[in-house]
């Protein structure tokens, strides 16, 4: 049922990424139940938001393993698809800082795409690690802050799926509050990352950044069910230090969290370009170095 009705149209690779992995949420779901007055308390900020993200890091002692699963999706030709899906583990070392490690993989499904060679294959993309320090904890002082870095090493093109080496970082302030107690939360979010790639041809190096802020809103509407929305807007640069625009794009998309039972929690987010424009090109949306749709699925347990 789920192949006959998947929609096709415009980007006939989604389904092929998209639905493993919608189903395998749905079906965590079934099996561990609905969320719970008792996970009620396991609703981390963090988590909350989709892309945008809170700057709770969990409690001295805590473990947790995440499995993100990230969808790019839309170009203004020819079908795209890129997929990865980024298995992490954390550890937070103290109140105030967490360490985690992630490995990850990604498809890439590309055909008729301007500017980009045809594509299907499977690959090793990235390995990174990360720190988070958090300044302010938000249960004591009137926002939350936390400090994010995370360096990556990689093997393959985001957008192309090509065999290249990179080496980056990326670096966010985090920002929330709670509005409403138990009841609505917002964050804010500052980003700015960096990638030195070398091409396999000998020599061949070129710098990229992406400087990007976010904004989102998420409300409990029954214990353990949190929806929301997120606004994000983009800016992609030549260089390492924002030396030359290249394009922007401005997101906006829903977002929900589900605290589960046995330490179970998921998320999801489903943001779609607005308005945007690529430097030197026409049109209202900016499909070189963005795509039209950006989905983000969360699954993740503390232990």
């Given at each position: 049922?789920?192949?006959?009705?998947?929609?096709?149209?415009?980007?006939?690779?989604?389904g092929n990424v998209l639905r493993p992995t919608i189903i395998a949420a749905l079906g965590l779901i079934a099996v561990l139940g609905t969320p719970s007055?008792?996970?009620?308390?396991?609703?981390?900020?963090?988590?909350?938001?989709?892309f945008t993200e809170g700057s709770d890091i969990g409690s001295k002692g805590e473990r947790e393993f995440m499995n993100e699963s990230t969808l790019r999706?839309?170009?203004?030709?020819?079908?795209?698809?890129?997929?990865?899906?980024?298995?992490?583990?954390?550890?937070?070392?103290?109140?105030?800082?967490?360490?985690?490690?992630?490995?990850?993989?990604?498809?890439?499904?590309?055909?008729?795409?301007?500017?980009?060679?045809?594509?299907?294959?499977?690959?090793?993309?990235?390995?990174?690690?990360?720190?988070?320090?958090?300044?302010?904890?938000?249960?004591?002082?009137?926002?939350?802050?936390?400090?994010?870095?995370?360096?990556?090493?990689?093997?393959?093109?985001?957008?192309?799926?090509?065999?290249?080496?990179?080496?980056?970082?990326?670096?966010?302030?985090?920002?929330?509050?709670?509005?409403?107690?138990?009841?609505?939360?917002?964050?804010?979010?500052?980003?700015?990352?960096?990638?030195?790639?070398?091409?396999?041809?000998?020599?061949?190096?070129?710098?990229?950044?992406?400087?990007?802020?976010?904004?989102?809103?998420?409300?409990?509407?029954?214990?353990?069910?949190?929806?929301?929305?997120?606004?994000?807007?983009?800016?992609?640069?030549?260089?390492?230090?924002?030396?030359?625009?290249?394009?922007?794009?401005?997101y906006f998309g829903p977002t929900v969290f589900a605290a589960l039972p046995s330490n179970y929690w998921l998320s999801a987010a489903f943001d779609f370009?607005?308005?945007?424009?690529?430097?030197?090109?026409?049109?209202?949306?900016?499909?070189?170095?963005?795509?039209?749709?950006?989905?983000?699925?969360?699954?993740?347990?503390?232990?």
């Open positions: 049922m789920v192949g006959q009705v998947w929609p096709r149209a415009g980007f006939p690779a989604l007055a008792e996970a009620e308390d396991r609703a981390d900020s963090e988590h909350l938001f989709g999706l839309g170009k203004a030709a020819g079908s795209f698809a890129a997929g990865t899906s980024e298995a992490e583990l954390k550890y937070t070392l103290s109140d105030s800082f967490r360490v985690s490690a992630a490995a990850t993989l990604a498809y890439f499904d590309i055909n008729g795409v301007p500017g980009l060679s045809d594509a299907n294959r499977a690959a090793i993309q990235a390995a990174s690690f990360s720190a988070r320090f958090r300044v302010l904890d938000r249960s004591k002082a009137p926002i939350g802050l936390t400090l994010s870095v995370e360096p990556h090493w990689g093997l393959v093109d985001e957008t192309k799926g090509q065999r290249i080496g990179h080496f980056g970082a990326e670096t966010a302030l985090l920002v929330d509050r709670e509005l409403v107690p138990d009841r609505l939360l917002g964050a804010f979010n500052i980003q700015f990352e960096n990638d030195r790639v070398q091409s396999v041809a000998p020599g061949a190096v070129r710098h990229e950044s992406i400087l990007g802020f976010g904004l989102a809103l998420s409300a409990q509407t029954s214990p353990g069910l949190w929806l929301g929305a997120e606004a994000r807007y983009l800016r992609s640069y030549d260089g390492a230090a924002l030396n030359i625009l290249s394009g922007q794009a401005l370009q607005v308005s945007g424009r690529a430097v030197g090109m026409p049109g209202s949306l900016d499909l070189t170095n963005f795509e039209r749709y950006q989905a983000k699925i969360r699954v993740g347990f503390s232990f």
